[in-house]
């Protein structure tokens, strides 16, 4: 099979601004992604959560359109805006008619550089984060998952931190703190833009540089990195949540940065361990020999810092002792006997061949794009990512479930209707 | 273009090629789902669903998972009222695979006792995980209000003691029944060439034997003459609301007016109900997003009118910030269905709506997956051309019309409310004392 080939045009803008463009012709229209390096990570240390705020108010004003306008502006086109926050990102993302591009970009210019941030629109959002919030501390998936990081990733890692923040924080913000949080940490130097559909490279370039092209703002600090101390125990954590008819079990450790050598062996054993087909061992263990779940699956988001690996679980009360014990129990044969070379080989050959339908939509390269942008991969990432994963043998991948996996080591949260 | 074509028993093919990337998506879709359940076996259409990717005669239980993996392929189903469907999107070779796997599960199920027994607790398991969420919850329980008589009204994935009831036989017997090539629709779209898939559509489910169909179940849901109110006082940390109406069918030309109006009160969501889930609608200018978002009188709002075969309802979902009351936000989200239903929509509203919709068109069919869903959806519940035809009916729509739909459907009469109306928690997720 022949690997697709995105080649996408890569600029930089005289301010440090990041172009990637690639024109596709599969349907008019374009996907916009701006990712700006001014994810929660850069939340101050006495206020986790005031990224989040600010990503649900910088769309509501700018210095020269109200949220009014703005609204208007996105709905006559039929654009829904994202605009989400991750660990160390601060994403745009929309896809609109290709007829709409420049309209479209100049908005995103005025909302990304000029945000007014009013007071009564600020005062609007806290009350929709305080209840989205609020209707966290009742889902038991979002405070199993919110719990087991707080304990991989202990104060002051912000990996630990939810990233809306509390109840308390988010109330005392000000505008005035948002604004000055919006200057130091948006700048042309740590903004990356990539465009994905039916408009030509060039044509994008040269409305990025109309848009961005005079924003002349001083490079910011680089948020710290934290060091990570691993568990060195098994831990782990019961949240009794009566009112709730199963529980969610999430089970996990700290791993690897992005850029370890031990990546792509790490990814593939994550891979059939708890994604292949329907979840792979785990999958197999949990879901189909012993019907005990509606899913069961692992991820791996080795990142910037020392990414985790979750395993997760949905089970009910009744199950919970015997879940934890089949994962248990799979980590152990995992760790002692490793893959088979036929699971390694099926895993990578999904993998590779999965390429063509990760990269069909607009949405789908935009965001394959910045991924290696921000990552440093390379423009030619896609062409070289095979060559990568067959470059993996058996013993690397078993050596990556050695090195980061262990029944002793195991971080567990349990969140439902359940008490030991 | 898409190409129509009807195997001697019955199976309609259609075919459409998309050279824009080298894959296939293969949808298999029957005309049977949760409204063609009977009180006792509610649930089963899903569970029949979940029991076809168990194995088959020629797929051992052992070797369903790989197949279409090997080639970077994904796979997938799911049940709703009035449709089963799965799917396979994988790199072009497999198309022969994939033909072969939708003619094995149409034919050869085995549905050994074993993995029927295990498949119960995963079900229970899902419903359960539903049940965790309390405006899932909710609309469960205002569609279970707002139908009386038809089937609609019970949630597709069956109740509880149902589901702890029924026997493999029930399971198998319901397959029988009505996974016959007579009750599906086969669609193919992507990089192929459309002879070869019909010749290779014959080669695999050609000899598979019609069989008469059992009648459907005809009731016809009375009409509303007041309205209905649902109130669930559980432990929670968050108040929803939701309002639903009854509304036409797809098959209805009302259907269309009530797609503008459902854009102008809550933004354009779209047709797509496999790809709708990535992307919220455009809705900030929209009348409802202003009256309760905009004013702090809840944090999203939502409306879904789904094309269905049959009238359903057309259900509004609020959460209510924190601190503020229900009757507050129901009074707010009256007041404007009330002004839309005595002063209907205004120009520019009737543009933008129209913008929307058309803009939605194109984004949600920016797939082979995607847009054979839509081939499928549309050719099980009304025929294929309900699909082709939507940007002109859309641009068809007037002023009027949506008024006139307006005032017909948002009357107190034909209107179901449910509250979830939170009890307060303590840590543990215990009911607090109200002593």
């Given at each position: 099979m022949t690997q697709p080939s995105l080649v996408p045009a890569r600029s930089t803008l005289d301010n440090g601004i990041v172009v990637l463009a690639k024109r596709t012709r599969t349907t008019p229209a374009v996907t916009i992604n701006i990712a700006i390096n001014a994810g929660s990570i850069c939340d101050p240390p006495d206020a986790p959560g005031a990224m989040y705020l600010l990503s649900k108010v910088?769309?509501?004003?700018t210095t020269t359109r109200s949220a009014d306008d703005i609204a208007e502006a996105l709905d006559i086109r039929g654009i829904s805006l994202g605009v989400t926050v991750t660990r160390h990102l601060f994403s745009f993302i929309c896809t609109c008619l290709a007829d709409d591009f420049q309209d479209v970009m100049t908005l995103l210019g005025d909302i990304i550089r000029t945000p007014s941030l009013p007071d009564a629109q600020l005062g609007t959002r806290k009350g929709e984060v305080i209840t989205m919030l609020r209707q966290d501390e009742d889902n038991p998936g979002v405070r199993a998952t919110e719990s087991l990081m707080e304990l991989l990733y202990?104060?002051?890692?912000?990996?630990?931190?939810?990233?809306?923040?509390t109840v308390d924080v988010i109330e005392n913000l000000t505008r005035d703190r948002l604004a000055a949080l919006h200057a130091a940490r948006f700048a042309p130097s740590v903004v990356t833009i990539v465009t994905a559909g039916d408009v030509d490279p060039g044509e994008s370039l040269s409305a990025i540089e109309r848009v961005f092209g005079d924003w002349k703002v001083p490079p910011p600090h680089s948020p710290p990195l934290f060091h990570l101390t691993p568990a060195t125990s098994r831990r782990r954590v019961d949240i009794p949540m009566?009112?709730?008819?199963q529980a969610d079990l999430a089970y996990g450790y700290t791993t690897m940065r992005r850029n370890d050598p031990d990546y792509y062996a790490c990814w593939l054993m994550n891979h059939a361990f708890g994604q292949y087909s329907m979840s792979g061992r785990l999958g197999d263990s949990?879901?189909?020999?012993?019907?005990?779940?509606?899913y069961a699956y692992s991820t791996l988001d080795a990142n910037i810092m020392e990414g985790p690996l979750l395993i997760r679980a949905g089970v009910s009360a009744a199950n919970i002792d015997r879940a934890v014990a089949s994962i248990d129990e799979e980590v152990h044969k995992l760790v002692a006997d490793g893959l088979t070379q036929k699971e390694l080989d099926d895993s990578r050959r999904f993998l590779i061949y999965a390429m063509p339908r990760a990269l069909e939509t607009n949405a789908g390269i935009a965001n394959y794009l910045q991924t290696t942008e921000f990552f440093e991969l390379g423009l030619d990432y896609d062409v070289r990512v095979p060559d990568l994963l067959r470059a993996v043998t058996l013993e690397q991948a078993n050596a990556a479930a050695h090195k980061y996996l262990s029944v002793d080591r195991a971080t567990i949260v349990i969140a439902g209707p359940y008490q030991r | 273009m898409l190409r129509r074509a009807t195997l001697d028993n019955g199976l309609t093919v259609l075919v459409q090629e998309e050279h824009t990337a080298p894959l296939a998506s293969v949808w298999c879709w029957y005309k049977v789902g949760s409204k063609d359940e009977r009180p006792g076996l509610t649930g089963v259409s899903h569970w029949v669903e979940h029991m076809n990717f168990k194995g088959t005669t020629n797929i051992p239980r052992d070797q369903v998972k790989g197949i279409i993996e090997q080639f970077g392929g994904s796979w997938n189903g799911y049940t709703w009222i009035d449709q089963t469907t799965y799917l396979e999107t994988a790199t072009k070779d497999a198309l022969d695979r994939m033909l072969f796997i939708e003619a094995e599960r149409m034919a050869n199920g085995l549905y050994h006792p074993d993995d029927c027994e295990s498949e119960r607790s995963v079900i229970i398991s899902e419903l359960h995980g539903g049940e965790n969420d309390p405006d899932q919850f909710l609309d469960q329980e205002v569609v279970a209000t707002a139908f009386?008589?038809?089937?609609?009204?019970?949630?597709?994935?069956?109740?509880q003691a149902d589901l702890e009831a029924m026997t493999r036989d029930d399971l198998y017997g319901f397959y029988r029944q009505w996974y016959v090539p007579n009750n599906a629709s086969l669609v193919i779209v992507g990089d192929v060439d459309t002879d070869e898939v019909l010749r290779r559509a014959e080669h695999h489910f050609g000899s598979i034997p019609a069989k008469l169909l059992s009648p459907r179940q005809t009731t016809v849901e009375p009409e509303q003459t007041g309205e209905r109110r649902v109130t669930i006082r559980k432990p929670g940390t968050a108040a929803y609301l939701k309002v639903a109406y009854h509304v036409p069918s797809v098959h209805d030309p009302r259907f269309y007016p009530l797609l503008v109006l459902d854009a102008a009160l809550t933004g354009a969501y779209g047709l797509n109900l496999w790809s709708s889930f990535r992307m919220p609608p455009p809705?900030?200018?929209t009348r409802l997003y202003r009256a309760l978002v905009g004013k702090g009188l809840a944090s999203a709002v939502s409306g879904s009118l789904m094309p269905t075969q049959l009238p359903f309802v057309y259900i509004i979902s609020a959460t209510a910030t924190a601190g503020t009351p229900l009757s507050a936000v129901e009074a707010a989200l009256l007041d404007e269905l009330n002004a839309v239903a005595r002063g209907g929509i205004t120009p520019g509203e009737l543009t933008k709506a129209k913008s929307q919709l058309n803009a939605r068109l194109v984004f949600e069919n920016d797939s082979v997956t995607n847009i054979a869903h839509q081939i499928g959806y549309f050719e099980t519940i009304a025929g294929v051309d309900v699909f082709t035809n939507f940007r002109t009916r859309i641009a068809a729509v007037t002023l009027e019309e949506v008024a006139d739909a307006a005032r017909q459907m948002l009357t107190e009469s034909n209107r179901t409310v449910g509250w979830f109306d939170p009890l307060p928690l303590d840590r543990g997720g215990n009911v607090e004392d109200a002593a």
């Open positions: 910088i769309d509501r004003g202990p104060r002051p890692h912000p990996y630990g931190r939810r990233s809306k923040g009566m009112n709730k008819a949990i879901r189909e020999r012993q019907g005990m779940a509606y | 009386k008589a038809h089937p609609y009204r019970h949630p597709t994935i069956g109740w809705q900030r200018s």
